[in-house]
């Protein structure tokens, strides 16, 4: 099985995964402004800081835009609900058969 993306996957892939990565970058936003309107002593503060700095190390962990990493990041994309097969529709068989299995775990 190779690890090639043609020209068009290149484009599928790009907008799936700016996709999604905008919009967990927006839930994480909205969680934060409501976090920081309700916040009214310093614990509050801290656990609002600690909500942003787990969230981009999760974000920064899971969203990896390298051709080898996609599987991967696709399935488990594909696994929290973050995007649809429909969204990836286009790829490869084999490519589609990868995200799949990644997804399965």
């Given at each position: 099985?190779?690890?090639?993306?043609?020209?068009?996957?290149?484009?599928?892939a790009?907008?799936?995964?700016?996709?999604?990565?905008?919009?967990?970058?927006?839930?994480?936003?909205?969680?934060?402004?409501?976090?920081?309107?309700?916040?009214?002593?310093?614990?509050?503060?801290?656990?609002?800081?600690?909500?942003?700095?787990?969230?981009?190390?999760?974000?920064?962990?899971?969203?990896?835009?390298?051709?080898?990493?996609?599987?991967m990041?696709?399935?488990?994309?594909?696994?929290?609900?973050?995007?649809?097969?429909?969204?990836?529709?286009?790829?490869?068989?084999?490519?589609?058969?990868?995200?799949?299995?990644?997804?399965?775990?």
């Open positions: 099985m190779s690890n090639e993306w043609s020209a068009s996957e290149k484009k599928i790009r907008r799936v995964f700016d996709a999604a990565l905008n919009q967990e970058l927006a839930d994480v936003l909205q969680v934060f402004k409501a976090m920081a309107a309700n916040a009214a002593d310093a614990e509050a503060m801290w656990a609002t800081e600690e909500f942003l700095s787990t969230a981009r190390r999760e974000i920064d962990a899971k969203y990896d835009f390298r051709y080898s990493q996609l599987h990041v696709f399935g488990k994309l594909l696994r929290e609900g973050r995007i649809a097969e429909a969204d990836i529709a286009g790829l490869s068989d084999d490519n589609l058969n990868k995200i799949l299995r990644c997804a399965e775990f």
